[in-house]
């Protein structure tokens, strides 16, 4: 089993910036590709960026492309999100996931253990 602890959501200002942090914890760490996914009310779970294993390769949704970054350390068992230029459309509860993979997915559906979720509030 994996456990994923998601932190550092919050209301901010549009244009503001937000870091999301996840905490794994169970087994190795480094051998899982990492993804952030994020869920507003009605909406779908959509996939926001991932990192695979070895750090190497990310991708990101076209939404949040040039304003969110995706990294990892594999040392401390973590995953980051930098979130910059906040817009009110942001707004969702954003969820870590870890999938052992030998390709990234954009899919939910894919990835085997989910964190509980940390609302991010971007006001207008």
């Known amino acids: 089993q994996v456990q994923l602890v998601e932190s550092g959501g919050g209301l901010v200002q549009a244009g503001g910036s937000l870091r999301l942090s996840c905490a794994a914890s169970?087994?190795?760490?480094?051998?899982?590709?990492m993804g952030w996914f994020r869920q507003a009310p009605g909406k779908e779970r959509e996939f926001v960026a991932g990192v695979k294993w070895s750090g190497g390769t990310t991708a990101y949704a076209d939404s949040v492309k040039g304003r969110f970054t995706i990294s990892r350390d594999n040392a401390k068992n973590t995953v980051s999100l930098q979130m910059n230029s906040l817009k009110p459309e942001d707004t969702a509860v954003y969820y870590c996931?870890?999938?052992?993979?030998?390709?990234?997915?954009?899919?939910?559906?894919?990835?085997?253990?989910w964190g509980q979720g940390t609302q991010v509030t971007v006001s207008s």
């Open positions: 996931a870890a999938d052992r993979a030998l390709i990234m997915h954009r899919v939910a559906g894919e990835y085997d253990y």
């Open positions: 169970g087994r190795t760490f480094s051998i899982y590709n």
